[in-house]
């Protein structure tokens, strides 16, 4: 799942600034439970592609 969001973020579905979709429409989509979607968000945020705000959600970095 993560490997899928980075596919998107590079190819421009998810531009900088852009919000990533809620964890409950990530669970749906990928068909997961909550601690998948806690990793993946961890891996892309090392990674550097993504910034969490508390209480707002996760957004792209430039």
Request: proline residues 8%; negative net charge.
């Amino acid at each position: 799942m993560a490997d899928d969001l980075a596919e998107r973020i590079a190819s421009g579905e998810f531009p900088p600034g852009s919000k990533l979709p809620s964890r409950r429409e990530l669970i749906e989509h990928y068909g997961v439970t909550e601690p998948v979607i806690d990793r993946a968000m961890q891996v892309l945020r090392i990674k550097g592609m993504t910034e969490t705000l508390p209480g707002v959600g996760v957004y792209v970095t430039d």
